[in-house]
């Protein structure tokens, strides 16, 4: 076995091992490999991050943002259905999960954590649906392929908010839908912004700073 399929093993083992199926409040259609107590999973990851120096488990949770996201698409399938979509910065690969499973074309997921690339892909699996896992950096490209472009909770940070904007609004300028989705975080643009629907998801006090966030989806248009 080789050094890289040695450590897809290693990575689908400790996330069956600290994960557990569950169903994400808004979107019941789907089940995800998600932690059920965050501290233990924390704990346990950093044992884990320290000998293979991986980012901590951002995959183990379904994030509002996408689960706002998600619960948007599935309820509009017009936008999507038979057409190609990416979810990128996929996380646990929710939006892409749950689009292949109910009748998108082909879909990708980016994600440059290389655990949760591997729980996207035990997510789709656990779910029947056909996701290609994208490991290289889609901000890079040129050109958007993609009919369809999901980013969930992206405004975290501002670093992250000024790599991803500009590219999403390529996207938008080159034809496709792109859409994405915010609870509230403090980098979120206040200009060239559709708003589409706004959920109250329910969220985890060691996650977030209350036990609900209002989320908004909205779609992004060009520059």
């Not at 965050?38 to 980012?55: G, K, S, Y």
């Not at 975080?185 to 589409?196: E, V």
Request: glycine share 6%.
């Amino acid at each position: 076995m080789t050094g890289r399929a040695a450590e897809a093993v290693d990575h689908a083992a400790f996330i069956r091992a600290h994960t557990t199926l569950a169903v994400p409040p808004l979107v019941p259609e789907v089940r995800l490999h998600l932690a059920t107590e965050v501290t233990p999973l924390w704990q346990a990851t950093q044992d884990f991050l320290d000998r293979h120096d991986l980012p901590p488990p951002y995959w183990a949770f379904a994030w509002p943002g996408g689960q706002a996201m998600t619960r948007w698409l599935l309820d509009n399938p017009e936008v999507w259905r038979r057409r190609t979509v990416l979810d990128v910065a996929a996380g646990s690969g929710l939006t892409a999960v749950a689009l292949a499973a109910a009748g998108a074309g082909p879909t990708e997921a980016a994600e440059i954590d290389p655990v949760a690339r591997t729980a996207i892909a035990l997510n789709a699996e656990a779910n029947g649906a056909v996701v290609s896992v994208r490991q290289d950096d889609v901000l890079a490209l040129a050109d958007c392929p993609w009919q369809v472009v999901a980013a969930g909770d992206v405004c975290y940070e501002k670093p992250m908010t000024d790599l991803m904007m500009p590219w999403l609004r390529r996207c938008a300028a080159r034809g496709a839908f792109v859409v994405i989705a915010d609870p509230g975080r403090s980098y979120l643009p206040t200009s060239g912004l559709l708003r589409l629907a706004s959920y109250a998801v329910p969220t985890s006090l060691d996650l977030e700073d209350r036990a609900e966030r209002l989320t908004t989806v909205y779609q992004v248009l060009p520059a």
